[in-house]
């Protein structure tokens, strides 16, 4: 059986005093396989300086440029080109635990779950991420059932379910 391959999103827009140490926790994953899209939204500080860095070091990290003062163009950008099974939205501040993509897959795998929230708890500017379950919601429809209108918590999304 295939091993799931993830897409990363990180919409980024003047976040040089964070963007690393997000990436970072991104590329310290115990799950490995995945890319990240990196969105830039025309930031005018050193972000993209930044993303260069990880660009030329990391084949799996992909940048694109958008200019739309908000967070949904990116990330649908981002959607457009990403390749993986299932897809999770990073924000540029946030750090995740190194654990994040693979509890969130076994989680989605032994619930056969197209969409798995992660809650994010921060301690010291450290942040915790872990798979919860509100229970069962029948022949849920994603966009119907308004399952993506939350600000938080971060969600792992089946592609193919963003996909109409």
């Not at 990180?10 to 040089?16: A, D, H, I, L, R």
């Not at 959607?79 to 750090?95: E, R």
């Not at 197209?114 to 966009?143: H, M, Q």
Request: aromatic fraction near 12%; include cysteine; glycine fraction near 4%.
């Amino acid at each position: 059986m295939r091993e799931m391959f993830v897409s990363i999103i990180v919409p980024v827009y003047n976040v040089e005093q964070y963007l690393k140490e997000c990436i970072e926790s991104i590329l310290a994953q115990t799950w490995k396989n995945f890319e990240v899209i990196l969105v830039d939204d025309g930031s005018t500080d050193s972000t993209c300086e930044v993303i260069e860095e990880y660009c030329s070091r990391n084949y799996y990290i992909i940048k694109r440029d958008v200019a739309s003062g908000n967070a949904s163009t990116p990330r649908n950008e981002g959607i457009t080109i990403a390749k993986g099974d299932y897809i999770l939205f990073v924000d540029s501040d946030d750090y995740l635990n190194p654990k994040t993509i693979r509890s969130a897959y076994e989680y989605a795998k032994n619930n056969d779950s197209d969409l798995v929230y992660l809650k994010t708890k921060g301690i010291n500017r450290e942040f915790y991420s872990w798979t919860y379950s509100k229970g069962n919601i029948p022949n849920a429809e994603i966009f119907a059932d308004w399952l993506l209108s939350t600000a938080q918590p971060s969600k792992l999304i089946a592609h193919k379910a963003l996909i109409k």
